[in-house]
Every structure is written in structure tokens, then in C-alpha cells.
């Protein structure tokens, strides 16, 4: 039952019910960053790896892949920054909010790395990498969160400083 709990969380493994498993966590190891506020994350479960798409909540960086978009101001920057904090092979602890994933499948987490505990959300923020994304009902961290990119705006931190207000 608790590797189901597990499975259910975060990878789809053919498990029913994973609303009942909402607000866990799990440990895993960086696969790859796909852009700035997603990434692949490797879980071990049942003796096995599988990798899940992971959305940070309560950010978004500036666009670097989507589809018929141009790359954002600051985008490149933000991913290359996501990448240094969470280089391939880093091990994060992966925390769910209310709701397990998106419409796009992709598991909804904070993002912690386990070496030093760092809370990848909330440093981009800090650090001017993104800007504030709440969405009920995963926002839990959102005063916290909230703060940290008031603080980058008044301190015109990465993107704050670098790109026209819009």
C-alpha cells in the first residue's frame, strides 16, 4: 500500500484514487531541466525508476519553449538559472499542495534541494527569475512566495531590472 501511495503521487503507475494521497512527498534526483519553471524529476519506486514532468508551483519564468512563441525577456537567463540550481543528477525533495497536476499532466510541487534545502521556488523569485504564479487551490506557500518577488521588484533583481514592465 505505501509503495502505492507513493506511485500514485507522483508517477502514473496505474494506481486509482491518487486524491486521497494529495499533500505528500517524495524524494527524487534531477533528470533535466526542461525550462525555467519545469523539470524532469527521476523517483525510484517499487525498485524502479521513473521520471515525471514536474511544474514548480507559484512561479512561471519567462518562455523559452513554447510553441509558437518567441522567447520571453529574460527567459534564457531564467532557464540557464534553473539549471545551475538544479544541475542533472541533484537530488530535491518534491512537495505536493492540493492538487496533484495540471491539465498538461505534470506533477505540481515545491521543489527543495535535499544537499542544503534550498526551496528552488522561492529562490527564483528571490533572485528576479520569475514572477509570482498563484493558482488556487495549491497556494499554501503564496504569502511566503509572494514576498520573496516583492522583494526582487523593489531591488530590480533579474528580470525586474532587465525587462520592460508589461
Do not use: H
Request: contains cysteine; glycine residues 8%; charged residues 30%.
Amino acid at each position: 500500500m505505501a509503495s502505492c501511495v507513493l506511485a500514485c503521487a507522483f508517477v502514473t503507475l496505474g494506481c486509482s484514487g491518487s486524491d486521497a494521497f494529495i499533500s505528500s512527498e517524495a524524494d527524487g534526483r534531477i533528470a533535466r531541466v526542461v525550462d525555467g519553471d519545469t523539470v524532469d524529476i527521476e523517483f525510484v519506486v517499487d525498485g524502479r525508476s521513473v521520471t515525471d514532468r514536474v511544474r514548480l508551483i507559484g512561479i512561471d519564468t519567462p518562455e523559452t519553449k513554447k510553441p509558437d512563441t518567441p522567447i520571453e525577456c529574460f527567459g534564457p537567463e531564467a532557464s540557464a538559472r534553473t539549471e545551475q540550481l538544479l544541475p542533472a543528477g541533484t537530488e530535491v525533495r518534491v512537495v505536493l499542495d492540493r492538487e496533484e497536476r495540471d491539465d498538461y499532466g505534470r506533477v505540481l510541487a515545491y521543489v527543495y534541494r535535499v544537499d542544503d534545502d534550498v526551496f528552488v521556488n522561492r529562490q527564483l523569485l528571490a533572485e528576479g527569475m520569475a514572477r509570482i504564479l498563484s493558482i488556487r487551490p495549491n497556494i499554501s506557500m503564496a504569502t511566503d512566495l509572494q514576498a520573496a518577488e516583492a522583494e526582487a521588484r523593489r531591488a530590480l533583481r533579474g528580470l525586474w531590472g532587465a525587462c520592460p514592465l508589461g
